[in-house]
């Protein structure tokens, strides 16, 4: 996922991927502990996912302030 994309999202949809992809790490860790995953650097790529949309509404955030 990029960062570019994840501009175009509203507040609200970005809220609603911050909470699915903490979701999906969740998962994935479950996953790994019970030696069901065998790709393990999705969690690492979906870590990655996770910052770049805490990021982006923070970004949002602090521009609605300085406005």
Not at 36 to 56: E, F, S, W
């Amino acid at each position: 996922m990029k960062a570019k994309d994840l501009r175009d999202l509203s507040a609200e949809e970005l809220r609603q991927k911050e909470k699915d992809l903490s979701q999906e790490i969740f998962n994935l860790r479950f996953q790994k502990a019970t030696g069901q995953l065998g790709n393990t650097a999705m969690i690492c790529k979906t870590k990655r996912d996770l910052a770049r949309v805490k990021t982006i509404l923070l970004e949002n955030a602090t521009r609605n302030m300085t406005e």
